[in-house]
């Protein structure tokens, strides 16, 4: 099944420094809205790790799919839900590999999605 959130790399994301440390205001890089209601912003790309600052529209909903990588989806504002459960502030979901599932929210979210190699 197609992965529905791969963005369109508007603006560079972050990637591993070659030491030390480096930083960058999420501010910095441009929204895109690959699936209707669901816009992200590319943080981080490096070593096999991605990390998206996403924001889920009130009353958006997904249909069926699956990411290649483990995901983690750390819910910063509002809620959203899937097939499991609905999911509030503070909130840490993570999903397996290949894991089919959905996205919905009835009020709006913002989250930080991770993904990893399994």
């Not at 809205?33 to 996403?54: A, C, N, Q, V």
């Not at 924001?55 to 997904?62: L, T």
Request: aromatic fraction near 10%; include cysteine; proline fraction near 7%.
């Amino acid at each position: 099944m197609q992965d529905q959130f791969q963005p369109t790399m508007a603006a560079a994301a972050l990637q591993v420094p070659g030491n030390g440390s480096q930083s960058v205001n999420a501010d910095a890089f441009v929204w895109s809205e690959p699936t209707p209601g669901f816009r992200i912003k590319p943080l981080f790309d490096g070593g096999g790790y991605r990390t998206y600052l996403m924001s889920i529209e009130p009353g958006a909903d997904c249909a069926p799919h699956a990411h290649d990588d483990v995901e983690h989806i750390f819910v910063l504002e509002g809620s959203f839900s899937d097939e499991d459960a609905d999911y509030r502030k503070g909130d840490l979901v993570v999903r397996a590999a290949g894991a089919l599932h959905t996205a919905s929210s009835k009020t709006g979210a913002t989250v930080l999605v991770t993904y990893f190699p399994a």
